[in-house]
């Protein structure tokens, strides 16, 4: 009996969303066509030149922006950033300082400290149920 292997692929907008960067600044090949794993694979291991200059220079999709930022992507839209950023305006935001940059990684802070104090709390809970 042999065994048929197809080849698993995904859309061009899955793909961006795994490599972390914005689909529509991709090349229209990219954009246009199917990835299967083994290109996603290909592009993650030596990455093409255009896939480098995206990653450095943007526009970034707003998971990358957020991240670059330190906040959340619900704090990105609550200051008004909705569309994709390059790297030179994510940059330009962090000199500006706008006050709702400033209130959106303190939030973000918090959040970051009320998980780590629930998970520190759910271990303790696991080791006394262990002993």
């Known amino acids: 009996m042999t065994s048929h292997h197809s080849t698993q692929t995904m859309k061009p907008?899955?793909?961006?969303k795994k490599?972390?960067?914005?689909?529509?600044?991709?090349?229209?090949?990219?954009r246009e066509g199917v990835?299967?794993?083994?290109?996603?694979?290909?592009?993650?291991?030596?990455?093409?030149?255009?896939?480098?200059?995206?990653?450095?220079?943007?526009?970034?999709?707003?998971p990358v922006v957020a991240a670059k930022l330190g906040v959340s992507i619900s704090g990105l839209a609550r200051g008004?950033?909705?569309?994709?950023?390059?790297t030179e305006q994510i940059e330009a935001l962090k000199q500006e300082a706008p006050?709702?940059?400033?209130?959106?990684?303190?939030?973000?802070?918090?959040?970051?400290?009320e998980a780590a104090r629930l998970k520190e709390r759910d271990a303790e809970r696991s080791r006394a149920a262990g002993a």
Not at 13 to 16: E, I, K, P
């Open 13 to 16: 907008a899955t793909a961006a």
């Open 19 to 30: 490599l972390g960067v914005y689909l529509e600044a991709t090349p229209a090949e990219f």
């Open 35 to 62: 990835v299967s794993r083994d290109e996603l694979n290909a592009l993650q291991a030596d990455p093409p030149q255009w896939l480098q200059d995206l990653r450095r220079n943007g526009p970034h999709p707003r």
């Open 80 to 86: 008004g950033v909705t569309e994709a950023l390059t």
């Open 99 to 113: 006050e709702w940059l400033e209130k959106e990684r303190a939030t973000q802070a918090e959040v970051r400290k």
